[in-house]
């Protein structure tokens, strides 16, 4: 028997149904409930988005797998097209079937993040002395920055008398880092504030890297 959709005046030999209605239809009408943005905070200086807590730079899968959240949990099978910026899928209801495109956009507001506010006001919690060889100073510059920019931000590298200062905005990483990469070091503290009422350290790690001599063992001298 034929059906005629009460919306468009199409009948069923021209489109299938969906109950009463043409599934283009009932496409039009489920999409008004469908999402049409997401609105996410981005860092204006890195250019990193806050997301679950954590600030991450918004790489194709990042903002590919934010989207697809939005529409899955409807239980809308599809994927995002970045460039056309539209949520593209199969609409498929009591075996009618409709390909359908849906524009999505991602609203950035600024909004900087806490590493990029502690690099602007020369934040930093700890520094790495590096002195000794010239040649073994650079080789463990390089290391050290390589695994160190990984975990936190770096206020600094200069060459000092000596050597090479590095100056680190978080020092929880600090440590650990230096026991991977296999060095010795003296730790020390230094009162340089107060935080919530509680003693503001700064932490400085010397390395010696003296040519063809042993290193010193670790020692941690830190203030109780």
């Known amino acids: 028997m034929e059906r005629i959709c009460p919306s468009c005046g199409?009948?069923?030999?021209?489109?299938p149904f969906v109950g009463e209605m043409c599934v283009e239809c009932t496409l039009a009408r489920t999409r008004k409930n469908w999402p049409g943005e997401l609105e996410l905070k981005q860092c204006p200086t890195c250019k990193r988005v806050y997301r679950d807590r954590m600030w991450k730079y918004p790489d194709a899968q990042l903002v590919s797998d934010l989207v697809s959240h939005q529409f899955e949990k409807r239980g809308l099978a599809g994927?995002?097209?970045?460039?056309?910026?539209?949520?593209?899928?199969?609409?498929?209801?009591e075996g009618a079937k409709i390909a359908y495109s849906h524009p999505f956009h991602i609203n950035y507001t600024e909004h900087m993040c806490p590493n990029c506010g502690r690099i602007g006001s020369s934040y930093h919690?700890?520094?790495?002395?590096?002195?000794?060889?010239?040649?073994?100073?650079?080789s463990a510059r390089k290391r050290l920055?390589?695994?160190?920019?990984?975990?936190?931000f770096l206020q600094d590298v200069a060459p000092m008398h000596g050597g090479m200062d590095i100056q680190v905005g978080e020092?929880?990483?600090?440590?650990?880092i230096l026991r991977l990469e296999g060095y010795k070091f003296v730790r020390t503290e230094k009162l340089v504030g107060e935080k919530n009422g509680?003693?503001?350290?700064?932490?400085?790690?010397?390395?010696?890297?003296?040519?063809?001599?042993?290193?010193?063992?670790v020692k941690d001298r830190r203030r109780e």
């Open 10 to 15: 199409k009948s069923s030999d021209e489109r």
């Open 79 to 93: 994927h995002y097209n970045i460039g056309a910026e539209q949520w593209e899928g199969i609409f498929n209801e």
């Open 125 to 138: 919690e700890a520094i790495i002395q590096i002195r000794g060889d010239p040649v073994r100073v650079e």
């Open 145 to 152: 920055v390589r695994r160190l920019e990984r975990k936190t």
């Open 171 to 176: 020092k929880r990483e600090v440590e650990n």
């Open 198 to 217: 509680k003693p503001l350290l700064r932490s400085t790690f010397l390395l010696r890297l003296e040519k063809d001599e042993k290193e010193e063992p």
